[in-house]
């Protein structure tokens, strides 16, 4: 008798956006207050957390990135909610046969603190994908005033995500 062991595939996504005036500050779906009411420029809601988590999805399967289901040249998605698009990537992914076991992210910025807003950004992401939330961890860390980030010029974000095949 053979013994089926289960198929995992591991995704990393990353996304840096710049921060200007006149947008809103949305991270994981959470609308953040910057001190300087500074926003993240997209075409999109420039949502840096729920960008590298979709493209660390779409990364685990060979699918591509997100730009090749939702392009910035197409007004359909401008202004578009980042966690909507999540929702769709999730569908993709499970109509492929595999199931979300465990995320892992580290959000860059120097301000605003991330930290006080981490529990509504998995609350947020845990149920866009239908997930638990103790299978989303998201951190957050300055860069020592080192790049862009340290600058405040934007904001970056870093996800792994773990598939195990269904």
């Known amino acids: 008798m053979t013994r089926k ?12 956006h710049r921060l200007v005036i006149g947008r809103k500050l949305i991270i994981g779906g959470v ?17 840096v957390l729920t960008h590298a988590i979709m493209d660390a999805l779409l990364g ?3 699918l591509g990135d997100i730009g090749k289901y939702f392009p910035p040249s197409d007004e359909e998605w401008k202004n578009a909610d980042s966690l ?8 993709l992914i499970r109509k492929q046969g595999w199931e979300v076991n465990n995320i892992d992210s580290v959000i860059v910025a120097e301000r605003p603190k991330i930290k006080p807003y981490v529990e509504m950004m998995k609350k947020n992401i845990a149920h866009t994908l239908q997930i ?3 299978s989303i961890g ?5 860069n020592e005033r080192l790049g862009p980030e340290g600058r405040e010029e934007g904001i970056s974000c870093h996800s792994v ?6």
Do not use: M, W
Not at 31 to 46: I, K, R, T, V
Not at 138 to 142: F, V
Not at 161 to 166: A, D, H, Q, R, T
């Open 5 to 16: 062991y289960p198929q995992f595939r591991i995704g990393n996504g990353y996304d840096i």
């Open 31 to 47: 609308y953040l207050q910057h001190p300087d009411n500074l926003g993240l420029d997209g075409h999109s809601d420039a949502d």
């Open 60 to 62: 685990a399967l060979s």
């Open 84 to 91: 909507f698009l999540l929702s769709k990537i999730i569908e």
């Open 132 to 134: 638990s939330e103790s």
């Open 138 to 142: 998201i951190k957050a860390t300055t």
């Open 161 to 166: 995500v773990l598939l195990e095949k269904k």
